[in-house]
């Protein structure tokens, strides 16, 4: 029999992840030896906790706020993505060697691939909020090929900073000018940490085309007030569920040597847990 690969998620807190619920049911499905845990961090612990996983046995594992930035920093090796976004959420060993990624990226793609064709055939994109979301979100629709990119933030500077990071095409406003750029978005996405709490964003969805598609990358509540008014709208919506689904898949497969399917068994799974404990 294979030997049994150990992976983790590593967070501070971490109670609350559903990255082992996702990780032991593909474990199971694929009748797979291996084991998938959570590990509380604290950041003074983060790198020791790095250094020594080769050591402890791990394959490798994930990696969630707040060590994102300290992961990418720990990594001698990291792919494309991490590199952009400047932070890594999935570590592995090659050779010994310590690699990270970034995996939100492509998980935020691939939510609005199977839910919403199409959506990248427009050219422009509106991302509220600026903060580590945000960073992948902006590189994902880089990648897709978003001609225009504008990032709304609450601090303006920050919105900057992000929109600097990534260069042409990308530019940075406070919400004081939000009409403008809603009336001719493709797509909106929010990255803010508004919808968790109920609060509405700062923008008229009323302005937006008749054909724009609304996500949201916050899935606690799976609709949040932001989706649900666009919906009674009438626009295309996709809620943040299946990016954290999608995200988790490349790991999986890096870890125990299969590349697990997101299936609507997992959608349920993982909904039926979030209605328990939300
Ligand atoms: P994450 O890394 O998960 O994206 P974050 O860095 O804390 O989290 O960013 C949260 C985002 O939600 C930021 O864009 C933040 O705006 P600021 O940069 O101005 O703080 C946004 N946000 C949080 N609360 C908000 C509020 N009450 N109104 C507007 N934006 C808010």
């Known amino acids: 029999?294979?030997?049994a690969r150990k992976a983790f998620v590593c967070g501070?807190?971490?109670?609350?992840?559903r990255s082992p619920l996702i990780h032991r049911h593909w474990l199971a499905r694929y009748g797979l030896a291996g084991s998938y845990d959570?590990?509380?961090v604290a950041p003074a612990d983060f790198g020791a906790f790095a250094a020594a996983l080769a050591a402890d046995g791990f394959a490798g594992g994930n990696v969630t706020i707040p060590h994102k930035e300290a992961a990418f920093a720990a990594a001698a090796r990291r792919d494309g993505a991490a590199a952009a976004i400047g932070a890594v959420n999935t570590l592995w060993l090659e050779d010994g060697?310590?690699?990270?990624?970034?995996?939100?990226?492509h998980g935020f793609a691939a939510n609005l691939d199977e839910r919403a064709a199409g959506w990248d055939d427009g050219g422009s994109a509106l991302v509220l909020g600026a903060g580590g979301a945000a960073r992948a979100v902006v590189h994902a629709l880089k990648e897709r090929g978003f001609r225009r990119i504008i990032i709304l933030n609450r601090t303006v500077e920050r919105a900057v900073e992000l929109a600097q990071?990534?260069?042409?095409?990308?530019?940075?406003?406070g919400y004081e000018a939000s009409g403008h750029w809603l009336r001719d978005a493709d797509l909106v996405v929010n990255t803010t940490s508004l919808g968790m709490h109920g609060e509405a964003l700062p923008v008229d969805i009323a302005?937006?085309?008749d054909d724009a598609v609304v996500t949201d990358i916050v899935y606690v509540p799976l609709v949040t007030p932001f989706l649900a008014a666009a919906a009674a709208r009438g626009l295309r919506t996709v809620d943040g569920l299946g990016m954290l689904l999608h995200q988790a898949a490349p790991g999986f497969e890096r870890w125990f040597g299969t590349r697990p399917q997101i299936t609507e068994a997992l959608r349920a799974l993982v909904l039926a847990d979030i209605e328990r404990t939300a």
């Open 1 to 3: 029999m294979a030997e």
């Open 165 to 173: 990071r990534f260069g042409a095409g990308v530019a940075a406003h």
């Open 97 to 105: 060697v310590l690699c990270g990624g970034n995996t939100d990226a």
């Open 38 to 40: 959570a590990i509380d």
């Open 207 to 209: 302005l937006l085309p």
């Open 12 to 17: 501070h807190p971490i109670a609350h992840s």
